[in-house]
Every structure is written in structure tokens, then in C-alpha cells.
Nanobody, 112 residues
């Protein structure tokens, strides 16, 4: 059974930081591109960032320079370091594998 389990979300003030993690099991983690996507209240899914199987990274313009995606193939884990958070970053954040599998999400709320 494929499982992707996100953690690390929470409530943070504007300008603060959070680090999201995603633990993956049931698939060959190292061969897949991995993604973070998010869904803000009342909006559709928005792509945030991708890290390829080879380690190449890409970011949405809205988070470029503030977020950093990384992976640890030995731990079968995906990460998203989020700095200088803004209210518009408030969303449920999901990790998603290139296979199409997606986790249940972790809530990030940026508010003073």
C-alpha cells in the first residue's frame, strides 16, 4: 500500500518559518519526481514545488526565494522549508509523487 504522510504544519506569524516533512512508503521513492502542492480555502490545487529524481528543483513564482524543497532518499522522505511566510501561504499542503499518489495534507496557517 502506497502511503504519503505529511507533518510539520501549524500556525505561524507572518515572517515566520515552518518545515514540512512527508514520509513515503510503498513505492520506489528514489525513482520518482516529488512535488508539493497546496490548496487554499475556497481555491483549487496549486503547484508549489518539484524535486526531480535527480535532485533538480523548481518553484512556483509565488514561493521562489522563500521555500526550499529537498529529499532524503535513504529516509524515503520529502521536505519543504518555508521561510518568510505570508498570509497568502495559508493552505493545506500535500506531497505528491510522480506516480500520482498524494498524502492527506497538513494545514499551514499564517496569521498574526
Amino acid at each position: 500500500e502506497v502511503q504519503l504522510v505529511e507533518s510539520g504544519g501549524g500556525l505561524v506569524q507572518p515572517g515566520g518559518s515552518l518545515r514540512l516533512s512527508c514520509a513515503v512508503s510503498g513505492l520506489a521513492f528514489s525513482v520518482y519526481d516529488m512535488n508539493w502542492v497546496r490548496q487554499a480555502p475556497g481555491k483549487g490545487l496549486e503547484w508549489v514545488s518539484t524535486i526531480s529524481a535527480g535532485g533538480r528543483t523548481s518553484y512556483a513564482d509565488s514561493v521562489k526565494g522563500r521555500f526550499a524543497i529537498s529529499r532524503d532518499n535513504a529516509k524515503r522522505s520529502l521536505y519543504l522549508q518555508m521561510n518568510n511566510l505570508k498570509s497568502e501561504d495559508t493552505a493545506v499542503y500535500y506531497c505528491a509523487a510522480g506516480s500520482g499518489a498524494r498524502g492527506q495534507g497538513t494545514q499551514v496557517t499564517v496569521s498574526s
